[in-house]
């Protein structure tokens, strides 16, 4: 990384402790050294270099940048040691310094107005009993009302995060800034028993966010977006893009003491793209199983401006999981806006098994009238139900409005698109979709009568045979496919694996089934 200003070495041993700058825009902390003494002294443009392997213990503060131009913090490695766009993991922490709290508040937050700031090949520890945030953006509480006091343009790259493997960790990023990317960095060991816990979440901050090409670990939610009612009147997160992230939870965490819930949940949310990821291991625990929620709540009847829209969820592959997406019109318990233009397309699901992972083994959950709902293009392999509709008023369905159902491949298994009090097919469409549009789609061993025109019925060894190998993990459509040109765009029904394969992360590949295809 270049140094913006250069200048003479100032060599006074008085200020050794503090950390000297070894030239105009570089300021060197050594093991030991004052290290928020060179963030306070710090000027737009320097870089402030920490030593590899040291320790530097505090509860460090980013105070606001004079203008425009980037301070980062990072570590004096050879920056060949990170090659650019390569994600960090745990063999890069021998290159890394470390920072941690001594204490339960996070080992580096924001004071308000900060903005400009860069970290950059840094490992963080747990705080003290694995309480509260490790890393603090903005405020999450009343502290933060007002739009003027938000922090913002903060870029987190090559980091290392990582709970305590006995104690946890409450959550590894909170994301309440404004303009702000996170990138290139790995998140381990978000933990907690009793409560959720995140690698990141955001509930006060306005965006933008890019979240691009880390891997994510944690028991509760690995990423959420809302769930607190924002001190902030009428803010919701907004303009975030997801996309290339590995998010998982380790397999030894199921059965253990941890409260676990999902991948991915939308509580509050707009324009938001999730695209290019994998998403695995989801299982009945502390929820039923869903890996993705895109589920609006007014947490404390505070927000009633609360809402998900604008959501597209493409080209990701989620496997492993007891289900895949719950949807929820509006808030349950409190006023909240209505749930609207969500777009589901391209994905690979897989291994949604309710005998492997518990629960319902469901593709989709749908309930209380979102609205103009798209899935499209998906293929997907479970175990229970494509589609289940829900919500009553006064005995009545109410129904979602311009839902668009299209070249997707997959099971009808025993109840295919299933309505709550109406029972399967066309009974359940009529009652629960207003204006439908539900065309070109395979539900294998489904009866073609209980359906509308235009969709595919085959038998499970006609399906299975049309893959290149799908009890192996290879979802991919032979070229000699009937599916291939069948789609209402004259394009291949379900998703593109191909593209997936060159798409999802490098090394993350959707190849490798649990078990067999047949669901």
């Known amino acids: 990384m270049s140094v913006l200003r250069f ?9 050794a402790c503090l950390g000297h700058p070894a030239a105009q825009g570089r300021i060197v902390v050594p093991p030991g050294g004052d290290l928020q003494g060179a963030i306070d002294r710090a000027r737009s443009g320097d870089i402030i270099v920490l030593t590899a392997g040291a320790t530097y213990v505090g509860n460090f503060t980013l105070p606001a940048n ?24 745990p063999e890069h922490a021998q ?9 339960t508040f996070p080992a580096l937050s924001t004071a308000p107005g900060a903005h400009h700031w860069r970290l950059q090949w840094l490992m963080f520890r747990a705080n003290v009993g694995g309480i509260g945030d490790i890393i603090t953006l903005g405020d999450g509480s009343t502290g933060q009302r007002d739009l003027a006091t938000v922090p913002h343009h903060f870029l987190l790259d090559g980091l290392l995060i990582r709970g305590d493997p006995t104690n946890g960790q409450k959550r590894g990023i909170a994301l309440n800034s404004g303009a702000t990317t996170i990138r290139n960095s790995d998140i381990r060991d978000i933990k907690a028993v009793g409560q959720d816990s995140q690698a990141i979440c955001g509930w006060n901050g306005p965006g933008p966010y890019l979240i691009e090409n880390n891997y994510l670990e944690a028991a509760g939610e690995n990423v959420l977006f809302g769930g607190a009612d924002p001190a902030i009147h009428g803010l919701v997160p907004s303009d975030i893009v997801f996309r290339r992230n590995f998010v998982t939870k380790p397999l030894s965490w199921r059965g253990s003491q941890w409260t676990v819930k999902n991948l991915f949940e939308l509580k509050s949310a707009q324009r938001v793209l999730v695209e290019w990821n994998v998403f695995e291991h989801s299982w009945a625990a502390a929820q039923t199983g869903y890996a993705i929620l895109f589920t609006p709540l007014n947490q404390d009847g505070e927000a009633p401006w609360t809402v998900v829209s604008d959501v597209t969820f493409q080209f990701n592959v989620l496997r492993h999981a007891a289900s895949g997406i719950n949807m929820l019109g509006y808030d349950y318990h409190a006023p909240s806006r209505q749930t609207r233009r969500i777009t589901i397309r391209g994905n690979l699901f897989y291994d949604i098994d309710a005998t492997r992972w518990g629960g319902d083994g469901r593709f989709l959950l749908i309930g209380d009238e979102p609205a103009d709902i798209v899935v499209d293009h998906n293929t997907v392999f479970q175990s229970g139900t494509f589609l289940l509709l829900y919500g009553l008023r006064d005995g009545r369905p109410r129904p979602v409005a311009n839902m668009r159902i299209t070249n997707n491949l997959s099971w009808h298994n025993e109840y295919g698109i299933f309505g709550e009090e109406r029972g399967s097919g066309l009974p359940a469409i009529d009652a629960y979709l207003f204006r439908p549009d539900i065309r070109a789609n395979v539900l294998t061993g489904g009866e073609p009568a209980r359906y509308p025109p235009g969709n595919f019925f085959p038998s499970t060894d006609t399906f299975l045979g049309e893959f290149v190998d799908a009890n192996g993990g290879d979802y991919r459509l032979r070229s000699s496919s009937r599916f291939r040109a069948a789609g209402t765009d004259g394009s291949m029904l379900g998703a593109n694996v191909d593209a997936l394969r060159r798409g999802v992360p490098r090394g993350d590949t959707p190849t490798t089934a649990a078990g067999g295809a047949r669901q």
Not at 7 to 15: A, N, T, Y
Not at 66 to 89: E, K, L, M, W
Not at 95 to 103: C, D, E
């Open 7 to 15: 200048g003479l070495l100032v060599c006074v041993s008085v200020l």
């Open 66 to 89: 004079r203008n425009a131009d980037y301070i980062t913090i990072r570590s004096d490695a050879d920056p060949a040691r990170f090659p650019a766009g390569q994600r960090v993991g």
């Open 95 to 103: 290159w890394m310094p470390v920072l941690r709290s001594p204490n």
